[in-house]
């Protein structure tokens, strides 16, 4: 633990204050708004009762559902992690600001206005201090909240500690949990202590000081937003797993090498296909590694058949995008990564399986697959209108998940990938597609054909992959990320150095 946190000290700081700053900011807006509101609607119950109602009905929502629905509204990054982070923290501190108001005793207030006090003055000399208690564990409740969802951010490129915690289920990296898991944790126990300390401030003072912590905070932020948007960036994401982000670090690195002076922004564990194909159709990506399988089955409309020869399978996939959506689809690499359903040696033995056909004498099986294989016709659902399967139990998980999963007996067939680093890792066997059912699976880059257009010289970088990486090699690189931890960005490096496609500086 101590290695990995010395090795990767400078990323962990990074996403530590990426963290902090979304934190901040999520509950600067939440107390802006929330506070006011509940100092406006305290002399009319009727109406703060349907705000903390609506406040509540906000909470039910699962917050990764409120992120989808901002999407295609705010796009990615911070702007929607910060809109959910605050509806989320809206209803404790509104609630608490209400109630503390409304518990103040009516003789205090009418005393008040018998001796023809001020509104302001009644405010912030009697009121607010009466009710200060109830606001401060309000924005206590808020803001564990808010560093404990904030997690959440680095599923839509917000980044943050939930960058380690993602990565550390994908790669089965317990310093990476650990470390994005405990730093959060250490966070919310800093911020209720400080929190704490407010009780004990004057209202003057305090409200200075949140005014002061405001500028400061939204003074950098805009300072950062300037820096970024003075140098040309160009963002490339991949879908969840050690292989998407192996793929796009080779991006990166083949891209400096044209132009040093382009800013590449990675976002690793972005997604599946269709939030990636929408984040690339809005603009808020500009590359990103698709298969030409996931292509034809999932993203052009009324794509019945797919051509099972590789080669003309990619022709179809291009010609497709091009005219469909206007998207360029750039040299495919050498290798596939083809679907398929894997099962462990001991159940292969035990029920004779050979081909995916057999399972369908086993419906008593427990099932795991990811969400792209579970709904595409490419995957299960088209699988299971072929076999009619009906297995017992069907499962959504994440790979490293699913994998474990099978490997402990917990279920017995997972989807699998043939670069994927698990089946060597158990020992797991890869049932034969005998029917030819899934089609060819070769990576390529992605983009808009007005980017290519625009960036030549990323086009030209990018085809340097173009019939490059074996099955073998895939697989290999995946194992080092995977089993033996290493990091993505040293792995596609050393590849690329090694086949000369990149100068060892």
Known sequence: MINYLNENSNEIISALWQHIQTSLLA???????????????????????????????IQTIPSLAILGILIPFVGIGKVPAIIALVMYAIMPVFQNTYSGFQEIDPLLNEAADAF????????????????????ISGIRIAAVMIIGTATLAALIGGGGLGTYIILGIQTND?????????????????????????????????LLGLATLMILVGGFTSYQVWRENDKETITIAGKMGSEPEILINMYKDLINQEDPDI?????????????????????????????????????????????????????????DLGIEYKMTYLKPMSYQ??????????????????NIADLIKHPQFRAAFDADFLK?????AGLN??????????????????????NNGHVDVTNSYTTDAQIKKYGLVVLKDADSFFPP???????????????????????????????????????????????????AREYLIKHGLLKDN
């Open 337 to 354: 990564n083809g679907y398929g359903l894997a099962v462990t040696k001991e159940t292969a033995q035990r029920y004779g399986l050979k």
């Open 376 to 380: 595409q016709s490419d995957g299960y």
């Open 174 to 206: 317990n310093n990476a949990l650990l470390t994005g898991a405990l730093l959060s944790a250490a966070l919310a126990l800093i911020a209720s202590f400080l929190i704490d300390l407010l009780s004990k401030v004057s209202i003057k003072k305090l």
């Open 116 to 135: 023809g006090l001020s509104r302001r003055f009644k405010l912030f000399k009697i009121q607010l201090p009466l009710a200060m208690p109830m606001i």
């Open 441 to 491: 699976y070769q990576g390529a880059p992605l983009m808009k054909t007005s980017f290519a257009t625009k960036y030549p010289k990323i086009v030209k970088s990018l085809n340097k992959l173009a019939n490059k990486i074996s099955t073998k090699d895939m697989q290999e690189m995946n194992y080092e990320v995977t089993v033996k931890h290493k990091s993505a960005a040293v792995v």
């Open 263 to 319: 800013k590449v922004e990675l976002k690793n564990n972005f997604g599946g296909t269709t939030f990636l194909f929408r984040a690339l159709q809005k603009g808020n990506i500009d590359i990103y590694p698709e298969f030409t399988g996931t292509v034809l089955e999932s993203l052009i409309s009324g794509n019945s058949t797919v051509n099972h020869d590789k080669e003309a399978a990619y022709r179809d996939a291009k010609k």
């Open 27 to 57: 509950m600067m807006i939440t107390m802006l708004i929330a506070i006011p509101l509940a100092i406006i609607l305290m002399d009319h119950p009727g109406i703060g009762k349907g705000v903390l109602q609506v406040a509540g009905m």
């Open 385 to 406: 209108q072929k076999y009619h399967f009906n297995f017992a139990d069907v499962k959504v998980m994440e790979p490293s998940l699913r994998y474990e999963a099978v």
